[in-house]
T-cell receptor
Framework: DAGVIQSPRHEVTEMGQEVTLRCKPI?????LFWYRQTMMRGLELLIY????????DSGMPEDRFSAKMPNASFSTLKIQPSEPRDSAVYFC???????????FGQGTRLTVV | AQKITQTQPGMFVQEKEAVTLDCTYD???????LFWYKQPSSGEMIFLIY??????QNATEGRYSLNFQKARKSANLVISASQLGDSAMYFC?????????????FGTGTRLLVSP
């Protein structure tokens, strides 16, 4: 099993540009999570999908952020327009539905200049 | 309100000694799961150990054990015989709620430094 795959690993973009982060969860996993990690705020849950349906997006910071999961094997997190304060490491994780551990991707380090 | 509290920003331990990393949680749900993850300086998140709220015995995985005290709502991680490679950030996390509606939330983490 290849694990959770995120792309790109690193992204540098200019303020105002659109950024799309991609995630392929582990096959057979029902739940998918997007997290943002910064020194100041730690590991924040942005949005959580179950069976491709967004269950809780209360952590999405503002309307500039959107996430989709068109099928069980793919999810995107989009920031439009991006701002320097969006600079962070973004993690995607997946798990089976019930009380089980989540497996994390390698993360995408986003830098907005 | 914080669901997961880790009160130790940093901990130091000498190689080969045991160390306990504290975690308290807050939930009114009778069914929940508690997790510990390790994040080394390379940045990946590594799952270490899991404890279910109905589990009768404390979870163990090699040198890791979870000291689960349900009445106190604590789930401390014990690392025995520390190794230099244990130096990392450690996060406590919890899933609660009904199947299919269980988001996973993390504490702020504890940085562990193992010295020779």
């Amino acid at each position: 099993d290849a694990g959770v795959i995120q792309s790109p690993r690193h992204e540098v973009t200019e303020m105002g540009q659109e950024v799309t982060l991609r995630c392929k969860p582990i096959s057979g996993h029902n739940s998918l999570f997007w997290y943002r990690q910064t020194m100041m705020r730690g590991l924040e849950l942005l949005i959580y999908f179950n069976n491709n349906v967004p269950i809780d997006d209360s952590g999405m910071p503002e309307d500039r952020f959107s996430a989709k999961m068109p099928n069980a094997s793919f999810s995107t997190l989009k920031i439009q327009p991006s701002e320097p304060r969006d600079s962070a490491v973004y993690f995607c994780a997946s798990s089976r539905a019930s009380n089980t551990e989540a497996f994390f991707g390698q993360g995408t380090r986003l830098t907005v200049v | 309100a914080q669901k997961i509290t880790q009160t130790q920003p940093g901990m130091f331990v000498q190689e080969k000694e045991a160390v306990t990393l504290d975690c308290t949680y807050d939930t009114s749900d009778p069914s929940y799961g508690l997790f510990w993850y390790k994040q080394p300086s390379s940045g990946e998140m590594i799952f270490l150990i899991y404890q279910g709220s109905y589990d009768q015995q404390n979870a163990t995985e090699g040198r890791y054990s979870l000291n689960f005290q349900k009445a106190r709502k604590s789930a401390n991680l014990v690392i025995s015989a520390s190794q230099l490679g244990d130096s990392a950030m450690y996060f406590c996390a919890m899933r609660e709620g009904y199947t299919g509606f269980q988001k996973l939330v993390f504490g702020t983490g504890t940085r562990l430094l193992v010295s020779p």
